[in-house]
């Protein structure tokens, strides 16, 4: 026999075993009435996963709410629903770790209220499955936010708790120096260890430190990280000292692309301090909002090589219809500074997911919850605008076209996951199934 021959029978011989196999496998489940292995197969994307290191064709598996195989081929048998998610982008759920969403108080001009929005209204249309509100309730009212949103969410919703007792209410509030008190802080956080994931300091307009030493004393108290948003730009405090001797590594420097307090030195140059507070561990995040990112800034940031370590939205309600818009316009803003798309969904997922000290998140490891996110790259002539309305152009775009969360479709733009409703009998009511479905699951047969 020839060599091709010989290749040609083993070829022939590895099919038919497997074949044999299959046949043994779906006679043994009928038999026993087993459930399919799999809820839900993702068939065919590309998968981005920062933490297993994969960028590549790959099929994904869910099973009872979490990932349950990552291969380069899953049987399609196996599965209850299986969708084609070819020409797509599969990567963890997006993990927003600066919103506002404490918005059910009816306070006007408030964060802990007006100014905040009901979370799923954003997320899960743009790919994001968890947000951490960054300090809009303090110890005071922590317990009214878990209350009326975080336990009445679908988005997996975790919270940075104001150093402010009561919370991010206005500058008379966030200025009382006498309402900053570390050890309840600690305490709730202790006492909420699964959603309290940090302390946050913001809006202070003083000269003194208090504010930045007392968070720092709550989260070295609770063992949580800090988010700083810096307030006004005090000479008796500058961003040099903040970053070099008041933070501690792990801590978190949002809004660091703004330019508001000196990021970028008089002659262009990114600060000195930010560099050396990088070394020392200091993490530094985008909390791009309504007046925190400014191309001016992050351009030349960037190409001195000061990239970030996460990306996030600071999502509230005069940002999201700005320069903002959400976190995949913002993705879409590093894609086009040069960015590539490896690094920005690692900065949107497994980063922040670490960050917040949640490494079951941002990423798609075996066991771990079945968030998802399945994003389309478009390409085409698109615009993105900063904090001063200045335009930077792109040639590409992300768009959300399917999201999971907790292993069901919670979002699905254009339907690829339902039956032609021609194929459906004349009478056809809903379509799903409530083991992958979280839209329209059909009713459970009593
Ligand atoms: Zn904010």
């Known amino acids: 026999m020839r060599q091709s021959d010989i290749i040609y029978l083993s070829t022939l011989f590895n099919i038919m075993t497997r074949l044999i196999l299959l046949a043994l496998v779906l006679i043994i489940g ?18 981005i996963d920062a933490r297993n290191n994969i960028s590549a064709i790959r099929d994904v598996a869910v099973k009872d709410g979490k990932i349950a195989a990552v291969a380069e081929h899953i ?11 070819k020409g797509l982008y599969v990567t963890p759920g997006i993990v927003d770790i600066h919103v506002h969403a404490y918005a059910s108080t009816g306070e006007r001009a408030s964060y802990a209220g007006d100014y905040s929005v009901w979370p ?20 005071k009212n922590f317990e009214d936010f878990k209350e009326h949103i975080i336990d ?33 802080v600690a305490e709730l956080a202790k006492k909420y260890p699964q959603v309290i994931v940090g302390v946050k300091t913001a809006h202070f307009g003083g000269p ?11 989260g070295t108290l609770a063992n949580i990280p800090v988010m700083v948003d810096f307030g006004a730009n005090r000479p008796e405090r500058p961003i040099e000292i903040l970053l070099t001797q008041k933070l501690r590594p792990g801590d978190i420097y949002t809004h660091c692309y703004s330019g508001l307090r000196n990021e970028l030195t008089s002659d262009g140059k990114v600060n000195p301090g930010m560099i050396e507070g990088r070394k020392r561990g200091v993490i530094f995040d985008v909390g791009h909002g309504g007046g925190s990112f400014a191309w001016r800034v992050a351009v030349p940031a960037i190409q001195q090589g000061f990239l970030p370590d996460s990306i996030s ?14 976190m995949l316009n913002i993705m879409g803003k590093f894609l086009a500074m040069g960015m590539t798309l490896d690094q920005v969904i690692q900065w949107s997922t497994w980063n922040p997911a670490r960050e917040i000290h949640h490494e079951e998140l941002g990423n798609l490891s075996v066991g771990s919850p079945a968030d998802i996110a399945v994003l389309r790259l478009e390409k085409g002539n698109f615009g993105f605008t900063d904090m001063y309305g200045a335009r930077m152009n792109g040639t590409q775009k992300l768009r959300c076209e399917l ?3 907790a292993g069901k479709v919670v979002y699905d733009l254009n339907g690829i996951t339902r039956p ?3 194929t459906l009998p004349k009478n056809y009511t809903r379509t799903g199934d409530k083991r992958w479905d979280a839209i329209t699951p059909a009713p459970t047969k009593p």
């Open 120 to 139: 799923d209204g954003f997320t899960f249309r743009t790919g994001v499955t968890t947000v951490a509100d960054a300090g809009s309730s303090g110890y």
């Open 403 to 405: 999201t999971v969360r």
């Open 420 to 422: 032609d409703w021609k």
């Open 75 to 85: 049987n399609p048998q196996f599965a209850l629903k299986t969708v084609s998610v």
């Open 313 to 326: 939205s600071d999502l509230h309600i005069t940002s999201m219809n700005s320069g903002m818009k959400d």
């Open 30 to 47: 009928a038999a026993f009435g087993q459930s399919p292995d799999y809820d839900l197969l993702l068939q065919g994307g590309h998968v």
């Open 152 to 184: 009445r969410s679908k988005t997996r919703v975790l919270a940075f708790v104001n150093i402010v007792g009561a919370g991010m209410r206005g500058s008379k509030f966030e200025n009382n120096l006498a309402d900053m008190e570390p050890e309840p």
């Open 208 to 218: 003194e430190w208090t504010p930045v030493e007392n968070a720092v004393k709550a």
